[in-house]
């Protein structure tokens, strides 16, 4: 495994790059619409994408036969060949200059900007940062640094003690992220990961007790409600970071503080027992 996880040769992949482009479809953002807000309503060309709602554009589509064990594009194209098993959204930091419109060719280029080792209670962890910048026109729009973390297979009785929430939430949105929700959010970000629909490989492989819910759909739940409890006021930044996997058909609450005189609000997603689940900053207008 220390061979494997040769850092030089990992971090060799820092500076690579790809560019995918996108026409911005009105149809895909109804669906996430009636995915997330349970909206049915027809979107039109020239409307301004929703914060977050762009992880279901720009997608890469891996050949069938290039899909690695867990789902996922095999390694070692845009993404370094970490030789770790289990694979997760770590977090990610958000600027949005502008808003994305529907219908409009736009351009998102990413580039690996950093690769690192460290070592957890759990084993070996690989962190991979990448930034991602999308374009229409010549204008930037937004800018994000999206983190991957590689994990060693889970060990018998492996289970980090869960973490306390924050407390005096001045508002709280209650979920519960089912099996439909799973695949339809898979289907909309193109997203393979065999953890969220595969239930025999994310039992017996991956050492979870049921399939797991997405951290960006957890992400985007807590940022929608955050925003229709500031309603009329742009997200200018995002911010947030999964602590705690939750697993399909457990209750999900999102919760917040409000917003202090810059526009900045405290988030957090925690489960039905009060074991915080992500912690996230938001900052609006």
């Known amino acids: 495994m220390t061979e494997a996880l040769e850092l030089d040769h990992l971090r060799s992949w820092i500076g690579r790059s790809e560019t995918h482009e996108d026409l911005l479809s009105p149809w895909t953002a109804g669906a996430m619409a009636a995915t997330v807000r349970n909206d049915g309503q027809a979107w039109q060309p020239g409307r301004a994408l929703p914060p977050l709602w762009h992880w279901c554009y ?98 018998p009785g492996e289970s980090a003690p869960p973490q306390a929430p924050l407390t005096d939430a001045a508002w709280t949105v209650e979920h519960l992220p089912d099996a439909p929700l799973l695949f339809r959010y898979s289907a909309l970000t193109f997203n393979s990961h065999r953890i969220h629909y595969d239930f025999p490989y994310v039992t017996q492989v991956e050492g979870y007790d049921d399939l797991i819910v997405h951290g960006p759909l957890i992400a985007t739940l807590l940022l929608e409600a955050a925003q229709q409890n500031n309603p009329g006021r ?52």
Not at 120 to 147: I, S
Not at 260 to 278: I, P, S
């Open 58 to 155: 720009f997608l890469p589509i891996a050949p069938q036969n290039g899909l690695g064990p867990d789902g996922h594009p095999a390694r070692g194209g845009f993404l370094p060949p970490v030789p770790l098993p289990r694979r997760m959204w770590a977090g990610s930091q958000l600027e949005f200059f502008e808003a994305l419109k529907l219908g409009t060719p736009s351009t998102k280029t990413s580039k690996v900007v950093d690769v690192n080792l460290k070592q957890g209670k759990g084993g070996a962890l690989v962190f991979v940062k990448v930034q991602h910048e999308v374009h229409a026109g010549g204008v930037l729009l937004q800018r994000e640094f999206h983190d991957i973390v590689y994990r060693e297979a889970a060990k």
């Open 234 to 285: 742009a997200v200018r930044a995002y911010s947030f970071k999964a602590v705690r996997p939750l697993t399909c058909g457990k209750p999900l609450r999102v919760r917040g503080h409000a917003a202090q005189a810059d526009g900045t609000v405290t988030l957090w997603a925690e489960d039905a027992r009060g074991a915080l689940l992500m912690q996230a900053t938001a900052r609006f207008a």
